[in-house]
């Protein structure tokens, strides 16, 4: 696996930091309607309609474990997700910013982490006040397809 250095959005989610190269992210819409649905897993929030378009949003702390149930909204701020096949978007609770990360502040995710995160954490980035989580788009995609 390479690292890629680059402009990063950061985001948080609950506790967590949360990173995506920019080249991964189409936009950052606020504020978007949400309709649940009820037998989805657990980290599906539910789906979006942004113009036109029906996008599955997905709640990355319960897909990794964080936690157990999710918050259910009923409009949440989305990341859209540059993917192949299904649209998708990640729920932030803030937009932090984008930044520029290098390959030393970039590394492969541990060893030990728990067996989801090593499925869906690709790298974690170090920065001077946090610790950023970048997950794997590729695991996402096919966890949800």
Known sequence: MTIETGEYLLWRSGERSFGLELAHCREIVNGVSLTRLPRAPQFVLGLANLRGNVISVID?????????????????????LRS????????ADTIRDTVFLTAAELEKAPANLGDTENNFIRLVAKLADDIV????????AEKIQ
């Open 60 to 80: 990355l702390e319960v897909l990794l474990g964080y936690k157990k149930t999710p918050e259910y909204k009923t409009e949440a701020n989305l990341i859209r």
């Open 133 to 140: 989580l970048i997950p794997d788009l590729k695991s996402i």
């Open 84 to 91: 192949e096949g299904y649209p998708v978007a990640v729920a």
